[in-house]
């Protein structure tokens, strides 16, 4: 009998921040997400679990500037999306906020 060790889900440490959709926001939330899942499938964890709301998830969909998405401090760029996680990866998703 052979035995496996891989993980069947991935913990993410999910952010997100700024005026999306409308809304400012400023959400951390841990989430469990099968192995292999992307970006993408952490957003719509996000809207499934109602950390965020339709408005906010077709506001940030696209992943496309203004909106920035770092893994684990790593600013990801184009195709961000498309990117897989791994079990404790941090996920920080944000538009620039302006003060002065």
């Known amino acids: 009998m052979m035995i496996s060790n891989s ?3 991935i913990q993410i440490e999910a952010k997100v921040m700024g005026l999306l959709g409308g809304q400012y926001l400023s959400i951390m939330v ?16 996000l809207l499934d679990g109602g950390h965020i709301d339709k408005t906010v998830f077709g506001a940030v969909k696209r992943l ?10 790593e600013n990801i760029g184009e195709g961000a999306h498309k990117t897989e996680l791994h079990d404790g990866d941090t996920v920080s998703i944000f538009t620039p906020i302006a003060g002065g």
């Open 7 to 9: 993980k069947q889900s």
């Open 30 to 45: 841990k989430v469990n997400l099968p192995n292999g899942s992307t970006v993408r499938q952490l957003l719509k964890n």
């Open 64 to 73: 496309k500037p203004p909106i920035s998405v770092l893994i684990n401090g």
